[in-house]
């Protein structure tokens, strides 16, 4: 399957990008200045909700908690509640809290044109933003970058090579799609997308390159990894549930692996279909030979057990393949 795959479909977190997102700032609403008491406690209520969570975001905010020692500002979330693509919410010190996409608060928290005009520059700078509801208020987001993997740029070049289409499929906001995208030269990108809607586009890029190849890292990936033509985990960095779900998992934990999966395989199945054709056609002709009375039995016999020697010793070729 894998040497027909036309269109290979990426997550970005964790799979195009290193999966160690770190906080570059928190923006309060009611910011006096600097790194003042009013964002701090943004972020502090964040990490409160995000201790519940093994997201890659939740660990960025709970790290920046921590080296900003405000991590003990508020226990831990009670009856925290984590939707898959859309964000975390629960009770710090009693009272609700969210943490939530942009996309998600512009539908359904409201808040001031000039705080959401925060929100896009630090997008546009390509930064990942979570919005945080409490007391009752939209009270600040946090911003949170994540760099390519090293190999991203070169595995997305080679798969261009061998004719290969690259998408990126994401969650996050378009101008943070957009600058990953570009620095790993991905054909298309696909932004703002939840779970579901993953799985709507890997349906529609089959039906325009007939056989999808979808790789992942998270819990979010799988069903669109289940949906695409083949499944794709990366090893060192995903969940249980992606590597159950996928049928290749690269475990040395970077996509370098990926091209050379693909030649592989092309090359087992060049050597699959000669070993058919060649086997194939011998015991054919034996066959034509002894309704014709040329072929004894015991050079039928010989014939075939020749041709299992060979086509077993051409089997092995894989073996010094590089």
Known sequence: TLPMIKAFAFDKTGTLTRGEPVVAFSQAVDCAGGDCEYCKDVLAVASSLERRSTHPLAKAVVNAAEVSGVINHYPPAEEVVVSAGRGISGLVNGQEAVL??????????????????????????????????????????????????????????????????????TGDN????????????????????????????????????????????????????????????????????????????????????????????????????????????????????????FAPLWLAVIADSGMAVVVVINSLRPLRFK
């Open 174 to 293: 378009q101008n943070t799609a957009q600058a990953i995208g570009q620095q790993t030269g991905v054909d298309m990108i696909q932004s703002s997308l939840l779970p579901e809607q993953k799985v709507e586009a890997i349906r529609n890029l089959s039906k325009t390159y007939g056989q999808v190849a979808m790789i992942g890292d998270g819990i979010n990936d799988t069903p669109a990894m289940s949906a695409a033509t083949l499944g794709v985990a990366v090893g060192g960095a995903s969940s249980a549930q992606a590597m159950e779900t996928a049928d290749i998992v690269l475990m040395a934990g970077n996509l370098n692996q990926l091209p050379y999966t693909i030649r592989l395989a092309t090359y087992t199945r060049k050597i699959i279909l000669e070993n058919l054709s060649v086997s194939l056609g011998v015991k054919g002709l034996f066959i034509v030979l002894a309704l014709l009375g």
């Open 100 to 169: 939530a996409s942009h996309k998600h608060f512009d539908e359904h928290y409201n808040h001031s044109p000039e705080f959401c005009e925060l929100v896009s520059e630090a997008e546009n700078a390509g930064h990942t933003t979570i919005l945080l509801y409490n007391e009752s208020r939209v009270r600040g987001f946090i911003a949170v970058s994540d760099t390519p993997r090293s190999e991203s740029a070169t595995v997305v070049k080679q798969l261009k090579t061998m004719g290969k289409t690259t998408i990126m499929l």
